[in-house]
Each structure stands twice: as structure tokens, then as C-alpha cells.
């Protein structure tokens, strides 16, 4: 609706946003979570468009360091790991860590492991994954967001040719 019909350029952006969120089937934040500005908290994530990041907000931080030592404790189930591994892949993906930099975290949802005993079994605090988990502290600790840009592939741009121009 136009501004002369009384509506404010927020609440047609807001109403913009809704509108979007049902046409992709996506359910917003609960109304305790929404905020106005230039930031878009979606799955778990702060997004920051104008800057083409996204960040982990602070509630995030604190909750995964709570269960990695809860973790260290010998404290969390299967079913509350998972969850912590969602939030330490992350962590993964913004330091731009390989794929086996998880192998020691995974390790309780291996065949044979504490998931094949069900979601409410806890998972072992054993010496090597208490070190693991301390690493991922500190990850957690240090690195709160990613550019949006690394979930493109790392593919070396190719050059392009025009005439006799050369662009890349």
C-alpha cells in the first residue's frame, strides 16, 4: 500500500517479509524472537544482508558452550547431541575447517555407538573427546559468523575472453 494511505515504509516491508515467508512455506520466529532493522534471525541464524554475513546470536554461543560442558560431564544424551553438532558444523563451515575435523565429534553416532543405544542414552565423556570438545570451545568462542559467501562453491574463476580484452 502507498504511503498516502497511511501506511509507513516498516509496515509494508514487514507486511512484505510475511507475505514472502508463506509463499516459502517458511514459519517465522516466534513474536518473542522477531525483531525490526537490518537483521533477519532465520534457522537459528542471524543473517546480516547489507553486510553478507551470518552470525550466531549470543544465546546461541552460550547454550553451546554450556553443553559441551555438560558434554564434558558426561551429561548430555544422544538426542541433546545432535543438536550440538548442528551448531559445531557450523562453527566448521564459518572457519572454512575440513570434513574430518569432525571425526572425533561423530564419534557417538557411530554404529556401535552410544546412538545405536537410543536418543536418551548419555554420551560418554571418554579423555579424547573431552580434549576434542575443549577445542571446540575455543572455536566456538572465536568464531561467531561466516561471510554468506562460504556456501559457494571454491571454484577458480575461469577467464573470459572478448576481442581483445582479457576479463576475469
Not at 514472502?20 to 517465522?28: A, K
Not at 537459528?44 to 554450556?66: E, F, I, R, S, T
Request: proline residues 7%.
Amino acid at each position: 500500500p502507498p504511503k498516502e494511505a497511511g501506511f509507513s515504509r516498516v509496515a509494508c516491508a514487514v507486511a512484505a517479509w510475511r507475505e514472502t515467508l508463506e509463499i516459502l512455506n517458511i514459519r517465522p520466529a516466534r513474536p518473542e524472537k522477531r525483531s525490526l532493522g537490518l537483521s533477519i534471525e532465520w534457522c537459528g541464524l542471524l543473517c546480516l544482508p547489507v553486510l553478507a554475513l551470518m552470525a550466531l546470536p549470543q544465546d546461541k554461543v552460550v547454550k553451546g558452550l554450556l553443553q559441551l560442558s555438560r558434554a564434558c560431564a558426561g551429561q548430555l544424551t544422544v538426542d541433546e547431541y545432535r543438536k550440538l553438532l548442528g551448531l559445531l558444523n557450523f562453527i566448521r563451515h564459518a572457519e572454512n575447517l575440513p570434513h574430518d575435523t569432525m571425526a572425533v565429534t561423530n564419534e557417538p553416532l557411530r554404529a556401535n555407538q552410544e546412538a545405536s543405544r537410543g536418543s536418551s542414552t548419555l554420551v560418554e565423556a571418554t579423555n579424547r573427546r573431552r580434549k576434542d570438545w575443549g577445542t571446540w570451545r575455543h572455536r566456538l568462542i572465536r568464531a561467531h559468523g561466516a561471510p554468506c559467501t562460504a556456501v559457494l562453491p571454491f571454484a577458480k574463476a575461469q577467464p573470459v575472453r572478448t576481442g581483445d580484452r582479457r576479463l576475469v
